[in-house]
């Protein structure tokens, strides 16, 4: 008989009573305590039952255990009083509650822990270092006086809190002690058990950890500081607990991760896990390992699910920080390039593009008449249609949606004045996106459709100063303080200086490792007579400033050397 | 993927909340009104406490409740809670045969009973509260993480310990490969062998005032038939599977509830709350005679005359299915496309 249980149970009960009668058919003793709040239609049945099982008995007071407070300590103290004083020949005390459940053979954890006599099988941080304590109380937990119940009067203990901050309350701790803090569920040796139960000081101690947060948390971690002589920092059950401090439920379908965890003992099981229940209640040899106790594999189980619950995935924000939108964050799942008055200066920039960087580049996405997927599609990843009433009704979830359903291909589009603008206050504040903007090129389309006719005299003013409007009110948005999309922006007359020199970087950053550079230079669009039509456009009384200064005999310079500049390898 | 949500004064919002507070006891009293239309066809029995009840109106769909109810029970639903209006398939008769179904009866007009929503408020007030109920549609399967494994009071227990008051639901629209009166089904089988396309996308969300209800669109619908209108595509957005009590009420279908506060229980596909998916069998071969008949089109949509289109549409027997589509395999692979997620309960 080397080790005993104390069992702490307030809710299913009937789980409860078949672990304690495994734990005594494997001649381990228990002792039950069962919170006041249980009701005694409930609490009577379950002790009748119990009440013939040799090895089971019931601890002599019933304390009522409100969450986070003295109740739970003080009914274990006297629950392992009861237990020491009833089974002298005890070297380890084991704490547990109802929900607990064994995961490997009894007779296992008796030898395992008849190896280690002397050893303290207890969680013990000390406060300096905690980083998973919830609520921020770490060393307040320790200073200040909490008399009211965080669970059920959560605004008055709030502001019992604050108003000892606020007066700088904070008493000293007891002399020699040293605050620690870790899991509720221990395995104490007889040694260190007796020590704490017979400290001459105990009613000094025990006062003072009445009114500290949570002392099941903190009661035992720190008095086995002081009386243990082997601690071994760690708990024998296996528990894991979600970012706000609740523990996780294992279920049936959790069998094979427990199994495999060599864990002594989980917590907390569903009460319904029948399978779990059947399984591991039961000292079958053939399941033994005799290995040491390895919950890794369940940990990072836990922890990526806990991370994707707290920080959901970048690209997939729909409304889940909203409406306080963190406004640094990335608002879409990848990078994205946005192409402002290349397709107009350089005629068939898309096709180009998509040679020198093998993605498939968009069209207008926000054209007016629909979106301009590449190679005309109709309908492109994530069923995402080209219709441009869909996509106007809300511009933001058509673009995230986009990026998010093409992880892993960069999309690239064209953009200009002519295209619905509501989109761009979003990109503007993604650091997913990286904007590209030759200002006034329009001017370069307009000037094509002055040559074939198709627009002159008063109509092309008035959208010629439409365009500027509109792009004036972009290349605003873009240089504001806030934006967090990667900008470049040249006028035209600058960007037509050295093209190729202007793109070299952006193509970088796009395919930093393109298998190929570009061998040819993109087509430039026809400049003959267009510094004159801006002139014109000027003598009608157009204040057009955008585009830049264009000599009125303006000789189209060509674009620079196409081979790539020279790079210094290091 | 959302639109900004325009926040207004304090005073305007204790404007709306009043509001909402009379619209909410309005529905209540309405539902209590109509309380006369309902005849029971099975007696009432007590349900135990924790147990989850599923609500339901019916109408000749003798096809697909075979599988809804085997669905269910293996879910865990202790008691079905059936409203039959007027079917002439055999389906009350069926439903009355089974041994967990509470059957009412009534032949008054669903349109006037807000689809339904006053005849199950009703119902759930008097036998749903203090328990989780679950309301659907006779088309709708629940699905939610770990289904297959965990029962429904393993979920209303995590949603109870995380005190989230409703789980959210994306209704994801099943579609065949061809046309869709040439995909077979019979009654008994899992229409999800019969349909098993969707779109994996898009879907936008925004909020909505004075309720704070979201509003999610997209799907194939959206894709095929409102592309010129989209203010009027189906709502895909639900809450399913709520904590009842006696004042709540849903407001608009299942997609919203009063009050307001319980609609933020869930932000749309890509919040990383634990959530859930309704897969929605309407395009089942019984849909294109359905359309047709024009009593099914007087009796669904708030001005069913602005649907003449949608209906005739599918009427005409449409292809959903598109390159694009997508094989459903199971709930993970919809929380790996971010329309779902399971909210760190693992």
Known sequence: ?570 | MTAPEDIPGPLTRAAEAYRMRWKRRRLLTRAWRKRGELTPVTPWRPVPRGAVLCLATVRNEAVRLPFWIAHHRRLGVDRFVIVDNGSDDGTREMLAAEPDVALWQTRASYRAARFGVDWLGWLARRHAAGHWALTLDADELLIYPHWEERPLAALTAELDCRGQPALGALMVELYPRGRLSEQPYRPGDDPVQALPFFDAGPYRARRQRPARNLWVQGGPRDRLFFGNDPRRAPTLNKLPLVRWRGTTAYLNSCHSLLPPRLNLAWEGPGDPRLSGALLHTKFLNTIVERSADATHRREHFGDPARFGAYHDALAADPVLWHEGATRYEGWRQLEHLGLMSSGGWT
């Open chain 1, 1 to 570: 008989m080397s080790v005993g249980f104390v069992m702490l149970v307030h809710t299913a009960l009937d789980r409860a009573a078949q672990v304690a009668r495994h734990l005594a058919a494997s001649g381990c003793p228990v002792v039950i305590h069962a919170d006041r709040k249980v009701p005694r239609a409930e609490f009577e049945p379950f002790a009748r039952g119990l009440a013939d099982v040799p090895g089971i008995a019931f601890a002599g007071r019933r304390h009522r255990c409100e969450w986070g407070m003295w109740g739970i300590v003080g009914a274990t103290l006297d629950a392992c009083g009861d237990l020491l004083t009833a089974h002298p020949g005890l070297r380890h005390v084991y704490l547990c509650s109802g929900s607990c459940l064994p995961l490997r053979p009894l007779p296992e954890l008796q030898a395992y822990l008849a190896a280690r006599p002397e050893t303290d099988f207890i969680e013990s941080v000390t406060i300096d270092d905690v980083v998973w304590t919830k609520g921020g109380f770490d060393h307040d937990r320790f200073a200040l006086r909490f008399p009211v119940s965080f669970r059920k009067r959560r605004r008055l203990f709030d502001a019992v809190t604050r108003a000892q901050k606020r007066l700088g309350m904070a008493r000293p701790l007891p002399e020699g002690i040293a605050p620690h803090l870790g899991s509720q569920w221990w395995c104490l040796s007889r040694t260190t058990l007796e020590a704490i139960l017979r400290d001459p000081r105990r009613r000094e101690l025990d006062r003072f950890f009445r009114s500290v947060w949570i002392p099941d948390e903190s009661y035992f971690q720190t008095l086995v500081r002081v009386h243990g002589r082997r601690v071994e920092s760690r708990s024998l059950t296996l528990s894991k607990f979600d970012h706000f401090g609740r523990p996780h439920s294992f279920y049936d379908d959790h069998l094979q991760l427990l199994r495999r965890s060599d864990c002594f003992f989980a917590r907390k099981i569903w009460p319904r896990a029948d399978r779990l229940y059947a399984s591991f209640l039961s000292n079958d040899p053939k399941v033994t390992k005799n290995a040491e106790p390895n919950p890794g594999k369940i940990d990072r189980l836990f922890s990526h699910a806990t991370d994707r619950r707290v920080q959901g995935r970048p690209g997939l924000i729909m409304q889940s920080r909203f409406p306080a939108r963190r406004l640094d964050a990335p608002r879409t799942a990848a990078a994205y390039s946005v192409f402002s008055g290349f397709a107009e200066t350089l005629p068939g920039f898309e096709t180009w593009l998509g040679r020198a960087t093998g993605l498939r580049v968009h069209g207008h996405l926000f054209a007016p008449a629909r979106a301009e997927f590449a190679g005309g599609a109709r309908i492109w990843n994530g069923c995402l249609p080209d219709s441009a009433a869909l996509r106007d009704y809300n511009p933001e979830a058509f673009l995230a949606n986009l990026v998010w359903a093409t992880r892993g291909e960069r999309q690239c589009f064209m953009f200009g004045p002519a295209d619905a603008q509501e989109v761009m206050r979003f990109v503007a504040g993604d650091p997913n996106a990286q904007v590209s903007i030759v200002a006034g090129a329009w001017a370069l389309a307009l000037f094509a459709r002055e040559q074939a006719g198709e627009l002159t005299g008063g109509a092309l003013r008035k959208e010629a100063a439409r365009l500027q409007k509109v792009e004036l009110a972009h290349l605003a948005l873009m240089r504001s303080g806030w934006v967090k999309a990667r900008v470049r922006a040249w006028s035209l007359a600058e960007f037509l200086e050295a093209p190729m020199e202007n793109l070299a970087p952006i193509l970088d950053e796009i395919a930093p490792r393109a298998p190929r550079r570009p061998t040819e230079a993109p087509v430039l669009a026809p400049l003959d007579g267009f510094g004159a039509f801006l002139q014109r456009l000027r003598n009608d009384g157009m204040n057009l400033h955008l585009p830049g200064d264009f000599p009125v005999g303006h000789a189209p310079t060509p674009p620079g050397d196409a081979r790539p500049r020279p790079y210094l390898v290091r």
